[in-house]
């Protein structure tokens, strides 16, 4: 609304309660320094700016706005909010008067204000009331869905709240309703979303649609386990933060990849429900889902009951987990079309083993379409012959047990920053060396709460002392480093993969000098192969990669060549210890040619949730000389 626009309101208003009214609330709301109350903070979505001079709204549409100045002058906003109040319902039925428009702010200004009925009379909302029965809110629960790495837009999770009906609780919670906010990115992905993502490129918007197609997105397409925490609101903070979303919609913000995304903006709703919380202002550089997660549940005293919902690959994989080899093998030949569902090897089965069988193949061949590698038209005719032989076995009660929840939920695994101390020797040199991170897990991290073999870490960065040169160094800065290690058997047949890029150290001959230095390269290193489980919690994994080496310490400036690496991960059952032995070597072809070779072994003790001791030993050899590294480091994640 423009100045002249907004003018003319207050002096409509002004003449309706012949001029003294509007003024006795707006004198009054100074008094109270109203403006400045978090309440009305949370409201208009007041942060901080870089580019303003004291806070300013996240919103970006106009219409959100009363005042010329109100996303920036808390004050003029608010008495443009009380006029607008006075103003008469408007003749045109598709817009509603501003006490509708913008009923949070009308009920609590109401509220603080105790406005005189006689002299500012309420105006009914009739949509907002159809609206807010047929949500019929009576608890909410802040959902998240795990990290995804294979989905750039998922690699850190997703966090959503779903609106939880007293009728439906506990039977029936899938035709509920979902609040989400996320980018509008149209049909960008990989590289575009994220670069786009990280300028603020995308507007942002809050949402809400039925919860059963969240979870057919995240558990059944993209198979992320999903955790749901009943959060402990007041059934009156449940209504002001339905009222304030009422008023968010159509109204876009900036969609920021690393802080203002989707867990940020989630919880600065539930700061209007309860503006005591301020949880947004934990975060100014960056939000991780996990983080906002133990944010709400945590730290602000939210914490509910925990719910495990696993997706349908964690179902089929447990399901595969409790048959025979045997009964495997049948399911696996039923399912690709090999044996048919009413064969004589399958009726010789045990009743239960039977269904048992079936359930898997059926399944199997459901997710199969559900990944895109196989079609509905070539599969329809075999899925509905496995459900009608599946519907003829007489098997009481559910085929396979629920799926036992992992040991430790998400909010209780280590934070996501992480500062590690650590002293050592590397080529008959002693040092001292000081590592942080700002996100979020590597695979020698403790494993509770996060998803098994992923490795997920941005700007890792090492700073080396050496005592016996008085010689500080930047060992490393990491810009990313991504590791997928999903386990590859009969039934699923994921490639594992790993890409990481940024400043390395590598020690290079100089002329003149008989031994090596270390010298700063950048390196890009990509590779893919298989990961393969074994007993007592192992995973042996091989793969085949290409390594390339930019810097003015090597020939030509450069070096690249392929190479291959064998390693194994072992760990005990409840995750106090894990280690890593491993062997690689690169063959550099091009430019600085060398063979290079590294095998080692290292190891995570676990001392408290967000503590840690590591040993690493590891064995090198390049451009014809060999030297060993030996390194202690205590962790701390926060």
């Given at each position: 609304?423009?100045?002249?626009?907004?003018?003319?309101?207050?002096?409509?208003?002004?003449?309706?309660v012949?001029?003294?009214?509007?003024?006795?609330?707006?004198?009054?709301?100074?008094?109270?320094?109203?403006?400045?109350?978090?309440?009305?903070?949370?409201?208009?979505?007041y942060?901080?700016?870089?580019?303003?001079?004291?806070?300013?709204?996240?919103?970006d549409?106009?219409?959100f706005?009363?005042?010329?100045?109100?996303?920036?002058?808390?004050?003029?906003?608010?008495?443009?909010?009380?006029?607008?109040?006075f103003?008469?319902?408007?003749?045109?039925?598709?817009?509603?008067?501003?006490?509708?428009?913008?009923?949070?702010?009308?009920?609590?200004?109401a509220?603080?204000?105790?406005?005189?009925?006689?002299?500012?009379?309420?105006?009914?909302?009739?949509?907002?009331?159809?609206?807010?029965?047929?949500?019929?809110?009576?608890?909410?629960?802040?959902?998240?869905?795990?990290?995804?790495?294979?989905?750039?837009?998922?690699?850190?999770?997703?966090?959503?709240?779903?609106?939880?009906?007293?009728?439906?609780e506990?039977r029936?919670?899938?035709?509920?309703?979902?609040?989400?906010?996320?980018?509008?990115?149209?049909?960008?992905?990989?590289?575009?979303?994220?670069?786009?993502?990280?300028?603020?490129?995308?507007?942002?918007?809050?949402?809400?649609?039925?919860?059963?197609?969240?979870?057919?997105?995240y558990?059944?397409?993209?198979?992320?386990?999903?955790?749901?925490?009943?959060?402990?609101?007041?059934?009156?903070?449940?209504?002001?933060?339905?009222?304030?979303?009422?008023?968010?919609q159509?109204?876009?913000?900036?969609?920021?990849?690393?802080?203002?995304?989707?867990?940020?903006?989630?919880?600065?709703?539930?700061?209007?429900?309860?503006?005591?919380?301020?949880?947004?202002?934990?975060?100014?550089?960056?939000?991780?889902?996990?983080?906002?997660?133990r944010?709400?549940?945590?730290?602000?005293?939210?914490?509910?009951?925990?719910?495990?919902?696993?997706?349908?690959?964690?179902?089929?994989?447990?399901?595969?987990?409790?048959?025979?080899?045997?009964?495997?093998?049948?399911?696996?030949?039923?399912?690709?079309?090999?044996?048919a569902?009413?064969?004589?090897?399958?009726?010789a089965?045990?009743?239960?083993?039977?269904?048992?069988?079936?359930?898997?193949?059926?399944?199997?061949?459901?997710?199969?379409?559900?990944?895109?590698?196989?079609?509905?038209?070539?599969?329809?005719?075999?899925?509905?012959?496995?459900?009608?032989?599946?519907?003829?076995?007489?098997?009481?009660?559910?085929?396979f047990?629920?799926?036992?929840?992992?040991?430790?939920?998400?909010?209780e695994?280590?934070?996501?920053?992480?500062?590690?101390?650590?002293?050592?020797?590397e080529?008959?040199?002693a040092?001292?060396?000081?590592?942080?991170?700002?996100?979020?897990?590597?695979?020698?991290?403790?494993?509770?709460?996060?998803?098994?073999?992923?490795?997920?870490?941005f700007?890792?960065?090492?700073?080396?002392?050496?005592?016996?040169?008085?010689?500080?160094?930047?060992?490393?800065?990491?810009?990313?480093?991504l590791?997928?290690?999903?386990?590859?058997?009969?039934?699923?047949?994921?490639?594992?993969?790993?890409?990481?890029t940024?400043?390395?150290?590598?020690?290079?001959?100089?002329?003149?000098?008989p031994?090596?230095?270390?010298?700063?390269?950048y390196?890009?290193?990509?590779?893919?192969?298989?990961a393969?489980?074994?007993?007592?919690?192992?995973?042996?994994?091989?793969?085949?990669?290409?390594?390339?080496?930019?810097?003015?310490?090597?020939?030509?400036?450069?070096?690249?060549?392929?190479?291959?690496?064998?390693?194994?991960?072992?760990?005990?059952?409840?995750?106090?210890?894990?280690?890593?032995?491993?062997?690689?070597?690169?063959?550099?072809?091009?430019?600085?040619?060398?063979?290079?070779?590294?095998?080692?072994?290292?190891?995570?003790?676990?001392?408290?949730?967000?503590?840690?001791?590591?040993?690493?030993?590891?064995?090198?050899?390049?451009?014809?000389?060999?030297?060993?590294?030996?390194?202690?480091s205590?962790?701390?994640?926060?």
């Amino acid at each position: 609304m423009g100045l002249v626009a907004f003018c003319c309101l207050a002096e409509a208003a002004l003449a309706a309660v012949d001029g003294g009214y509007l003024t006795e609330l707006i004198e009054r709301s100074r008094e109270l320094r109203l403006a400045d109350a978090p309440q009305w903070r949370r409201l208009l979505h007041y942060h901080e700016s870089w580019f303003h001079f004291g806070a300013a709204s996240g919103a970006d549409t106009k219409t959100f706005f009363l005042a010329p100045t109100g996303r920036t002058d808390a004050q003029a906003e608010l008495e443009a909010t009380l006029a607008s109040f006075f103003a008469e319902a408007p003749a045109d039925t598709n817009r509603e008067p501003a006490q509708c428009a913008f009923i949070a702010r009308y009920h609590w200004l109401a509220r603080e204000l105790a406005f005189d009925a006689t002299r500012l009379p309420p105006q009914p909302c009739p949509r907002f009331r159809a609206w807010y029965a047929e949500l019929d809110p009576s608890g909410v629960t802040f959902v998240f869905p795990e990290a995804f790495l294979n989905n750039p837009s998922s690699m850190f999770g997703h966090t959503l709240l779903r609106l939880d009906t007293a009728a439906l609780e506990g039977r029936h919670d899938l035709i509920s309703w979902a609040i989400n906010f996320a980018g509008s990115t149209g049909n960008d992905g990989g590289a575009a979303y994220v670069v786009k993502g990280l300028v603020g490129f995308y507007p942002g918007y809050y949402s809400i649609g039925p919860y059963y197609e969240k979870v057919k997105e995240y558990g059944d397409w993209e198979s992320r386990d999903i955790w749901e925490y009943r959060l402990d609101l007041t059934r009156a903070e449940i209504e002001l933060m339905l009222k304030h979303l009422w008023e968010l919609q159509g109204i876009s913000f900036d969609y920021y990849y690393f802080d203002e995304n989707c867990s940020w903006q989630l919880l600065g709703l539930l700061e209007v429900a309860r503006p005591a919380l301020h949880m947004t202002d934990r975060f100014p550089l960056w939000v991780i889902p996990a983080d906002s997660l133990r944010a709400a549940v945590e730290e602000a005293g939210l914490l509910g009951e925990a719910v495990y919902r696993p997706s349908a690959t964690t179902q089929l994989r447990d399901a595969v987990g409790r048959l025979s080899p045997q009964e495997r093998g049948l399911a696996l030949r039923v399912s690709n079309g090999e044996l048919a569902p009413g064969a004589d090897e399958i009726a010789a089965l045990a009743p239960r083993s039977r269904a048992a069988v079936l359930t898997v193949a059926y399944d199997q061949l459901r997710r199969e379409l559900l990944a895109g590698e196989v079609t509905r038209e070539a599969t329809a005719a075999r899925a509905r012959a496995i459900l009608i032989e599946r519907s003829r076995v007489d098997v009481q009660g559910s085929t396979f047990p629920p799926v036992a929840a992992p040991r430790v939920p998400p909010h209780e695994g280590h934070a996501s920053a992480r500062v590690a101390l650590a002293s050592g020797w590397e080529d008959h040199r002693a040092f001292v060396e000081l590592r942080a991170r700002p996100s979020l897990h590597d695979l020698l991290d403790p494993q509770g709460g996060y998803p098994r073999g992923a490795e997920v870490q941005f700007l890792e960065t090492a700073l080396r002392w050496y005592p016996q040169d008085d010689q500080v160094r930047l060992h490393e800065l990491v810009a990313l480093d991504l590791q997928s290690l999903t386990t590859w058997d009969r039934f699923f047949r994921p490639l594992a993969w790993r890409f990481d890029t940024g400043l390395r150290t590598r020690l290079v001959p100089k002329t003149g000098h008989p031994g090596l230095d270390p010298e700063g390269v950048y390196r890009t290193h990509a590779g893919a192969g298989l990961a393969l489980a074994l007993p007592l919690h192992a995973t042996l994994y091989g793969f085949a990669d290409a390594t390339l080496d930019a810097g003015p310490s090597l020939a030509h400036d450069v070096a690249f060549g392929p190479g291959g690496a064998l390693g194994l991960w072992i760990g005990s059952d409840a995750d106090r210890w894990r280690a890593h032995v491993f062997a690689q070597a690169t063959r550099f072809a091009l430019g600085d040619t060398t063979t290079a070779v590294r095998a080692g072994a290292e190891q995570r003790l676990t001392l408290g949730r967000n503590t840690a001791l590591e040993l690493e030993t590891v064995f090198e050899r390049d451009f014809g000389r060999s030297w060993a590294r030996v390194g202690l480091s205590w962790n701390w994640y926060f």
